[in-house]
């Protein structure tokens, strides 16, 4: 009897986790990395905030799948490059972030190969470059940003979009003002969308 039950336990247990497995996947960002401040000389040096204007950037890296009956948990390993445009000093100037992000995402599977999701991403900022401009570090390398999203499974193959959003705040100063007067500071939060293609090996 005790053999018996050994067996359904690995079968089942088998069964429920055959879907799992690592994979790759890369895609589009397309999104603004947050807002400059800098200081209006001829309004009394009041400070103004300015979005930017969403670019596209990429992202590729790994993942892992887990699957837990009805849900699964994702975690994700990815390089991503987001970009966005200003216009200061009269000139457009882009605002490119690089950064490892580390999603932990937690989804269900709703219809067929349909599947919802959301999660924190850990997130460490490699490098910010604004054009003209000498930056200074970032106040924080690491931070936690939200994503939630749709997903379609198809064999192999996943396709999904998804929206984050920075949780904390998170600023570069600016080191050389040459590059343009009365700037001060740079946003670092990104709020975006993402457009993933992933293949499972």
């Known amino acids: 009897m005790k ?10 247990t088998s069964a429920l986790f055959a879907q799992s497995g690592f994979g790759v996947k890369g895609g589009l960002n397309y999104g603004d ?13 009041e400070d103004i905030m300015k979005g930017g204007d969403s670019k596209v950037g990429y992202h590729f890296g790994l993942f892992y799948r887990a699957d837990l009956g009805g849900f699964f948990l994702r975690p994700e390993l990815l390089y991503t490059k987001t970009k966005s445009s200003y216009e200061y000093n ?17 989804g269900m599977d709703i219809l ?44 192999s193959i996943g ?21 343009g007067e009365g700037l001060q500071r740079v946003d670092t939060r990104p709020n975006q969308l993402i457009f993933s293609l992933s293949v499972k090996l």
């Open 90 to 106: 009269d000139q457009e100037a882009d605002y490119n972030v690089s950064k490892i992000d580390l999603p932990v995402l937690l």
């Open 159 to 179: 396709l999904d979009v998804r929206y984050e959003r920075a949780l904390k705040e998170n600023e570069a100063t600016v080191l050389d003002l040459s590059g």
């Open 112 to 155: 067929g190969p349909l599947n919802v999701f959301a999660g924190p991403s850990l997130q460490y900022i490699l490098e910010n470059d604004f054009d003209g401009v000498s930056l200074g570090d970032v106040e924080n390398e690491f931070t936690v940003g939200a994503q939630f999203g749709v997903g379609i499974k198809l064999g």
């Open 33 to 45: 990395n947050g807002e400059i401040a800098y200081t209006d000389i001829t309004n009394a040096g």
């Open 3 to 12: 053999n018996y039950l050994f067996i359904l336990l690995l079968c089942s």
